[in-house]
């Protein structure tokens, strides 16, 4: 099995930029892509960036120019810079990992609040 801890969310201004952290163990040598999810209230949970085992990304088409993904293997560690944040990017976002091609796993959620 693959565990994730999130950290890095908070509250910013328009305009400020966070970074997410998301730190896998377990089974970390059958994770075969991790990515970045968000929900905001009264909405569906999206998927905002994603990166695979080969490095491979993609990204919404809303935060496109503006968030990164990026991974850290030695520390088994996957990143999202989140610049230019906009009020409706206010969310709880979520770190998943899917392992094994058939199985996910998410992380607990951390808040990201942008006030304009």
């Known amino acids: 099995q693959v565990q994730l801890v999130e950290s890095g969310g908070g509250l910013v201004q328009a305009g400020g930029s966070l970074r997410l952290s998301c730190a896998a163990s377990?089974?970390?040598?059958?994770?075969?892509?991790m990515g970045w999810y968000r929900q905001a209230p009264g909405k569906q949970r999206e998927l905002v960036a994603a990166?695979?085992?080969?490095?491979?990304?993609n990204y919404a088409d809303s935060v496109k120019g503006r968030f990164t993904i990026s991974r850290d293997n030695a520390k088994n560690t996957v990143y999202l810079q989140m610049n230019s944040l906009k009020p409706e990017d206010t969310a709880v976002y979520y770190c998943?990992?899917?392992?094994?091609?058939?199985?996910?796993?998410w992380g607990q959620g951390t808040q990201v609040t942008v006030s304009s």
């Open positions: 998943n990992a899917r392992y094994y091609s058939d199985y996910e796993t």
């Open positions: 377990g089974s970390i040598f059958s994770i075969n892509a």
């Open positions: 990166i695979t085992s080969g490095g491979s990304t």
